[in-house]
């Protein structure tokens, strides 16, 4: 029996890639963050419901929990995931942290609870929060401005004489 045990862990240890064992400690601090840290005055109800939720409760019966479950997707896609305050990893660009960030909710939907993970020796520390905006919400911001510079753009573009009669010869083409 030893044996075997010895053997699963070595299994272990030689086929979770350091990939899934980051997801891993990176949903840790997700659920840490949704069960500990999120705050909403104006909506208790639903942060109470997102504290209380564990993985056998998806399995709504009630009218009154469907739609608080709904309505806490809803908050978690539009407001709770975005101040998730670790920069899981500083070197994505901020398409693929808001991918990952994604990745996170649906893990927290699927698994809400601690994952036992086993720490490698000479791991990689905990990142510390960030101080100011998450950086999904500075990535969010950024790509905000992003729109906004290239909607200007395109509407200077509009006033530049002989454009709109481009645009009509193309149209009839």
């Known amino acids: 029996m030893k044996l075997l045990l010895e053997n699963w862990r070595k299994y272990l240890n030689e086929e979770w890639s350091e990939e899934y064992m980051d997801l891993l400690a990176n949903h840790n601090l997700f659920v840490d963050y949704i069960k500990n ?3 909403d005055d104006e909506n208790p109800e639903v942060i109470k419901y997102l504290k209380s939720y564990s993985s056998g409760s998806g399995f709504l019966d009630s009218m009154s929990v469907n739609m608080r479950h709904r309505r806490a997707v809803e ?3 539009q407001e709770y995931k975005w101040g998730f305050p670790h920069d899981v990893d500083p070197s994505m660009n901020c398409e693929e942290k808001i991918e ?3 990745k996170l909710v649906r893990s927290f939907w699927d698994h809400p609870e601690l994952y036992n993970t086993i720490e490698k020796p000479g791991g990689e520390p905990l990142r ?5 905006p998450s950086p999904y919400q500075q990535c969010r911001s950024d790509a905000a401005e992003e729109k906004e510079l290239r909607d200007k753009t395109s509407q200077e573009m509009q006033k530049i004489p002989g454009r709109a009669w481009y645009k009509k010869m193309q149209s009839d083409k």
């Open 37 to 39: 840290e999120l705050v």
């Open 75 to 77: 908050l978690m896609d």
């Open 100 to 102: 990952y960030l994604d």
């Open 128 to 132: 510390e929060k960030t101080d100011g």
